[in-house]
DNA sequence: GTCCTAAGTTATACTTAGTACATATTAATA
DNA sequence: TATTAATATGTACTAAGTATAACTTAGGAC
């Protein structure tokens, strides 16, 4: 929490824009949500909306830099006994475990999912964020095995992991969405997260990532 | 090819705007392109560029959905003793071996791929065919087996062979950058999508898509 | 060949995201 | 209190994409 007081104000009205943003977008959709009118209910003008947010997209993803940062974190700062492979899928269970946001299944989180589904502009996002996922999870697990982070097994175990993670979660939600179990949503969730990561193991076996 | 007058010339149409598009865009970067500059180039109107094309993007990917097709024709139409993911396998090797536009690394790919990768629209466009491809190679390879069309392992193993795909595509082209060496591309690309491809076998060993 | 209609082209007018730049406001500090 | 640097905001602009209507012309009916 930042002490002085202009950075709590600049933090108080960042805050004010995304929940004003949020809250239209999840009633209306994205796509029929002016930033005119985040602007107007968020009482600021339109300008400093763009300053804290430089495409209307950020107001929406507004969290994820924190999940790209959690992945490097355990990835950087893994049990060094436990290979990079392991480690991600550790990190399913234990986000499952401690009901991390990042794998919720609830009536709110299928509000975000059903508002992505809408927006051609957020699942444009939604796959950048991936990709970038992908670009990041490469390197720093390269880096976890001492090679140059363009090795292209680190890029082939990462495009995998991260193609098992959307499927997982892709499917998880479906899950959810068919039954409204949560439970069972989590089930699917790391079984599939379980079953390609045995692909991946296969894929990189031998390379010091699995 | 249409007979009829009308479909030909709308075709010509189409056609020399596209060809302009490209034109410009190679030259010159697809977001330093406006869409009235296509117009005056393609000598025609500005809202019949959109009436051929619904967005911009869609004069740079004038081919995607031909690539979907052959995909599609691939796997309904294989071998019934040969397995999906066997078939896309083979169908790497195919399409290197008849020097397909789609596996192809040349002066002329090499500016393609620079023109994407500077622009953050054409990246997007290209994730979404991306998304498409694993979709329709889900529901191709659940039709094969005589599955409902969201077999979760149906969608495993598209997204793990999109990705292995994917992947492939880029560290060839990486290769070819670095070397000019268009064997060396094509050599790195088959090598990983046999490595991949060794993944998905192991994720999805038992479900008939192997 | 003439007339009709439907496809295709194009102009006008509009909405909205995003950018450039200038100005105003206000918290921190000398 | 005066200065300055960060933040907020207004004005003016560019360009993609949409809606609508009008215009042009190929193809078919007679």
Known sequence: MPTDLRS?????????????????????????VTVDEIAAAADVGRMTVFNHFPRKEDMFFDRDEAGRELLREVLQQRDPAISPVETLRLLAHQLIAEQSPYVRFSADSQGFIATIAASETLKARARAIRDEIAQLVAEAMAECVGKPTDDPDAHLAA?????????ALVQAHAVFKESGDAKAAEARFLALVEQGTVGVRAAVVGTGYV
């Open 159 to 167: 495009g995998l992991l991260v193609a098992t993670w959307t499927v």
């Open 8 to 32: 709590r104000k600049r933090l108080a009205t960042r805050q004010g824009i995304s929940n004003a943003a949020t809250r239209l977008f999840l009633a209306r959709g994205f796509d029929h």
